[in-house]
């Protein structure tokens, strides 16, 4: 089992739509959950943290269940310009070590008109 | 805003050359990473730094080395480049925090022939 999973998509959604995205982890001891976004040949810039209480940013709501060990993404009145491939991202137990970052494979988002 | 600067945006390079992809950023960040990127593979640790002088390999550093003299630049060296390192390179970096997110450069993409 991969430590972290996602849907590949492609989702392909309408204008206006809302669109959710799941992300597992296997690591029960993961301590720091991210959303990125990626365009097609740019680099990923970060979306939004995801804080164990869950949190909004504009139309983009983002949760954590450590029961069910997954985080999730949920876009509201989606945009064309939301197309894109969004990573999760999570941060194991050990502190300071970069091997405890693991990316997700990505989920890929086209938002038609 | 953390500005992350890779110093080549795109580079074609012989095999067997010796390879030099630099990065600088700008918000005295402690870790810095070098990833790599390819289609159906996500993203790639290859190796990161904790500090000045300070290095660790990633899941895939065969055939790469880095140097880190001072705190702002992480340097990816490619002793002898193969085909097989043809890639998008994307280095990254973040403040020590567990709970702190990495800012990525836009990346330089690789062909070696």
């Known amino acids: 089992r991969k430590e972290v999973e996602q849907d590949p998509g492609p989702f392909n959604v309408p204008e206006g739509a809302t669109v959710a995205f799941n992300c597992t982890y296997s690591n029960s001891a993961s301590q720091s959950f991210f959303w990125y976004r990626q365009d097609c040949r740019k680099e990923p810039k970060l979306l939004m943290s995801?804080?164990?209480s869950g949190n909004e940013d504009g139309r983009f709501t983002a949760q954590l269940n450590r029961a069910s060990q997954y985080i999730s993404l949920l876009i509201r009145d989606s945009k064309l310009s939301d197309s894109a491939t969004y990573l999760c991202v999570v941060r194991g137990a050990a502190s300071g070590s970069a091997r405890q970052l693991t990316f997700g494979s990505g989920t890929q988002l086209t938002v038609l008109p | 805003d953390v500005k992350v600067t890779q110093s080549s945006r795109y580079l074609v390079k012989r095999t067997g050359e010796k390879v030099f992809l630099e990065c600088v950023q700008d918000m005295d960040h402690e870790n810095m990473f070098w990833y790599r990127q390819d289609p159906g593979l996500g993203l790639r640790l290859i190796y990161f730094?904790?500090?000045?002088?300070?290095?660790e390999k990633g899941d895939i550093p065969e055939g790469y080395s880095v140097s880190r003299e001072k705190k702002e630049r992480f340097s990816l060296i490619l002793e002898s480049a193969s085909t097989n390192q043809t890639s998008m390179y994307l280095c990254?970096?973040?403040?020590?925090?567990?709970?702190?997110?990495?800012?990525f450069g836009n990346g330089t993409r690789l062909t070696v022939t």
């Open positions: 995801v804080y164990s």
């Open positions: 990254a970096s973040s403040l020590r925090g567990r709970n702190s997110p990495l800012h």
């Open positions: 730094s904790y500090d000045v002088k300070m290095k």
